[in-house]
């Protein structure tokens, strides 16, 4: 049975769904009794998932997850809820639009956003089942129990790791798109949409910063991840005037920060950091809709 194909017969969803339903199982375990294997193996985690809701039927997918999660949460059940359930429908999300062909960079974002948002919503469901605090065990593993800003930390991390697990899914399946059968596209027709994303992202940020920091930060992290998108564009597109463009903003937004940041109240000095996106985005649109079509500039 290969392992990047289509499944056609229950059979061959079955036996599948029990192989994948067996590394889950494997994973939690040795993330239990190996703590220092946890990050690596729960990286992989939603790659695990997301094979299986696009090369099986999705009417077989609450079977696997049922599975999953009901194996893991006899070794680890703070774990299990915390890492497995999240994976699992983000997996299924994945697979889902990886059929519909989005193109990556919102597909890796979808698929962040959704499982860092069903991670924070699980933790008090983790606190009360588990009978353990999640994020006080986190904050312990890397000695940040006293830290000022901890909740900040918290939120930031849980983000990242699943930027990371989405976008580890996603490398490893499109890096051999073509010969496991997946069919990806990576046309992009307007900029306009990731424009308008890191403008969005940067007024969330400061609307979140006057009554919630943590999710401020998250914000303006999403910002940078639309404007590393726009600033390669920008670097490929060759015209001089926008390499001028982006020095001058890279000057501005240093000494914007540097001059700023010591006068707000901490860790809002942070959300200074929110000029570099706020210019990227900006040049981006003098070069895709002012300079459009003159590539000599």
């Known amino acids: 049975m290969a392992v990047f194909k289509k499944k056609t017969t229950l059979v061959h969803h079955i036996t599948y769904m029990g192989i994948m339903t067996a590394i889950n199982l494997i994973f939690i375990v040795l993330a239990t009794y190996i703590p220092f294997l946890m990050f690596l193996l729960i990286l992989l985690l939603p790659f695990v998932s997301t094979i299986v809701s696009y090369y099986c039927q999705k009417r077989y997918y609450l079977i696997y997850a049922f599975a999953s999660v009901g194996l893991c949460l006899i070794f680890n059940i703070s774990d299990t809820i915390f890492y497995v359930v999240p994976a699992i429908v ?16 919102w597909l890796i974002l979808s698929s962040t956003v959704v499982e860092s948002a069903l991670t924070f919503a699980l933790i008090p469901l983790i606190n009360l089942i588990g009978n353990v605090d999640i994020v006080y065990t986190f904050l312990a593993l890397f000695k940040l129990t006293e830290f000022t800003y901890k909740t900040e930390v918290t939120y930031l991390f849980i983000f990242f790791l699943s930027l990371v697990q989405c976008s580890l899914t996603h490398f490893v399946l499109l890096s051999d ?103 990227v985005s900006l040049v981006s649109f003098i070069n895709n809709y002012l300079l459009k079509g003159d590539n000599n500039t």
């Open 90 to 105: 983000t997996g299924f999300l994945i697979g889902l639009l990886l059929e519909k062909k989005l193109n990556p960079f």
């Open 177 to 279: 798109a073509k010969k496991i059968g997946i069919d990806i596209s990576f046309e992009v027709n307007t900029y306009s949409p990731y424009i308008i994303g890191t403008e969005l992202m940067l007024v969330l940020c400061l609307v979140f910063s006057f009554f919630y920091t943590p999710l401020a930060l998250v914000f303006l992290t999403i910002s940078f991840y639309f404007a590393v998108f726009l600033l390669i564009d920008l670097i490929l597109c060759k015209k001089k005037l926008v390499y001028v463009l982006l020095g001058i903003s890279l000057v501005v937004g240093f000494f914007t920060f540097a001059f700023l940041y010591a006068t707000i109240k901490h860790p809002l000095g942070l959300l200074i950091l929110l000029v570099f996106p706020f210019f």
